[in-house]
Every structure is written in C-alpha cells, then in structure tokens.
C-alpha cells in the first residue's frame, strides 16, 4: 500500500496533471530504466534492483529537501504515467536543476514534457522561491537539449558541474523568474 504525502502538490496544465510519485508508477519507472530510452540518467545497470532504488530516490527527495520531481500524465488517464519532472537537487549537486524525463517513445513529441517542465519550473520559482535553475544534459542527449532551448535555457559553460560517473555534463540556465513573469 502506498499513503499519499500530505505535503506534496499536485499541479495541472492544460492535458497534464502532474503529481506525487506512487508505488503503482514502478513498474512504468523500471521498464523506462531498463529500456535504452534512459541511457542519460543512469549508469550501466538496468537491473529491477537499480529501478527501485533510483525511484526510492526520487520519493525521498520529497521527505529529505520538502521538493522533488513529481510524475506527470494526461488528466484523463492520471494513472498512467508519461515521464517524471521537477525541481531536483541531490546533495553533491553544485546547484538546484529541473530535471525531466520521458518514459516511452509514446509520449514523444507531443510536447507533454515541455508542458511539464514549464509547471515544474513556475513551482520552482514561485512555491519554493527559487532564484534561479539549471539543467544538466548529456551533450549526446539532443532531444533534453532542445527541450531546454524551447524552455528558454541557455547554456551556461562556467557553471560547476555535478559529478556524474565520470562524464562531462552540459549545464542549461533557466531563464530567472522575473524575466518568465
């Protein structure tokens, strides 16, 4: 069984509800890990195992910072999870990012994750009070790299960089609240 959060939101866009990460949104999670679809957002290992502790991580981001990325989906089909976006800042990050993710070749291009950003973003900068937001994007990830230029990001080469297995990241600067309002 899984006891909702009382503390976490959940927001609506136009087609999307974005909302707290379930038990019932693993199984899509793992698939998505196994698949190469997540080659940019974990290692090598695409074991159950690593699912569920990369899942884990994500709902504790909740309990541990009071934030974190919520699953987005079609209002009409709340249930059925699309990706997974919002603010996300692991402890040895050097800054606070809006991550995103989309979890079948199904929700491509239909700019659900743009939709999704943007909301994950404005809970960013007007819940939280964030003054500003990064993403970091594998430079091979060229789809996470048009998005964020769609989303308004530039890139931003003096910002430090979060350890990631090794590899150099691309790090994405939102544009700040004030200039989105």
């Known amino acids: 069984m899984s006891l909702p959060l009382p503390h976490i ?16 949104d693993l199984p899509a999670w793992a698939a998505f890990v196994a ?3 997540s080659r940019f957002v974990r290692g090598d290992d695409t074991s159950e195992r690593t699912a569920w502790r990369g899942f884990a991580h994500v709902a ?29 800042h692991p402890v040895d990050w050097p ?5 995103w993710t ?16 943007t909301e994950a973003r404005r809970f960013a900068y007007t819940d939280l009070h964030w003054p500003t937001a990064v993403s970091y ?3 091979a990830n060229t789809r996470s790299i ?5 989303l308004g990001c530039v890139l931003d080469p003096d910002a430090q960089q979060p350890e990631f297995d090794g590899e150099a990241l691309l790090v994405y600067r939102h544009p700040s609240p004030e200039t989105l309002s």
Do not use: C, N
Request: hydrophobic letters at 40%.
């Open 9 to 24: 939101p959940t927001l609506e866009t136009e087609r999307l509800v974005l909302r707290a990460p379930q038990m019932d």
């Open 60 to 88: 504790g981001m909740w309990m541990l910072r009071g934030y974190g990325s919520f699953v987005y989906a079609l209002k009409e089909t709340p249930d059925q999870p699309l990706g997974m976006t919002g603010p996300w």
């Open 146 to 150: 048009a998005l964020a230029e769609r």
């Open 35 to 37: 698949s190469d679809r």
């Open 102 to 117: 989309v979890w079948t070749a199904d929700a491509e291009g239909k700019g659900y994750a743009r939709e999704a950003a």
């Open 137 to 139: 994007i594998d430079p």
């Open 95 to 99: 800054e606070r990012e809006i991550g």
